[in-house]
T-cell receptor, first 114, second 115 residues
């Protein structure tokens, strides 16, 4: 099965700085890579995703990059704000199969210092 | 609240007792999932179901059981065979392949504690 590793486990940044979270995956057939944000005491919510036919995707202050050759993908948050403080999870799966399920990384706790 | 409801929010289980966690969705999603969340270990898949009356084991199915008698409902039973059940349990649903929308919608979770 798919194995997703995520680094770092914790990340502290000054407000206004950038944050980068990196994930690697093991299954070369994986072709869908979402990122979820979980604020304290709340449910995870999808913030951005990328398909394997795209190398980069942006949505305002967040962006995701994918390197299929190296089997890694990254989340970039620019101009961080206090409300970006949360746990972030990366995930991977193969959507072409009839056995669709996401494999998640262990999560990164991001703290934005005011 | 978001179309997928988990209950109860908090649950306490005595040693040797079975407990059932509820998950209901009104999003008309085909697929439903149960994940367990422990600090530092991310989300680990317990069971999932792509269609009614069918389900598959995930990575950590031992000590758990599920049913999928209705499209809207996917209850999880934590049996006495699960030796370390204290955790946060998340239910999720997905439209699956038909619409090309692959993201999960999560419930708000159930925190289970063994007392």
């Amino acid at each position: 099965g798919e194995n997703v590793e995520q680094h770092p486990s914790t990340l502290s940044v000054q407000e206004g700085d950038s944050a980068v979270i990196k994930c690697t995956y093991s299954d070369s057939a994986s072709n869908y890579f979402p990122w979820y944000k979980q604020e304290l005491g709340k449910r995870p919510q999808l913030i951005i995703d990328i398909r394997s036919n795209v190398g980069e995707k942006k949505d305002q202050r967040i962006a995701v990059t994918l390197n299929k050759t190296a089997k890694h993908f990254s989340l970039h948050i620019t101009e961080t704000q206090p409300e970006d403080s949360a746990v972030y999870f990366c995930a991977a799966t193969t959507v072409a199969s009839n056995d669709y399920k996401l494999s998640f990384g262990a999560g990164t706790t991001v703290t934005v210092r005011a | 609240d978001g179309g997928i409801t988990q209950s109860p929010k908090y649950l306490f289980r005595k040693e040797g007792q079975n407990v059932t966690l509820s998950c209901e969705q009104n999003l008309n999603h085909d697929a439903m999932y149960w994940y367990r969340q422990d600090p530092g270990q991310g989300l680990r898949l317990i069971y999932y179901s792509q269609i009614v009356n069918d389900f598959q084991k995930g990575d950590i199915a031992e000590g758990y059981s599920v049913s999928r008698e209705k499209k809207e409902s996917f209850p999880l039973t934590v049996t006495s065979a699960q030796k370390n059940p204290t955790a946060f349990y998340l239910c999720a649903s997905s439209k699956f392949l038909r619409t090309g929308d692959y993201g999960y919608t999560f419930g708000s979770g159930t925190r289970l504690t063994v007392v």
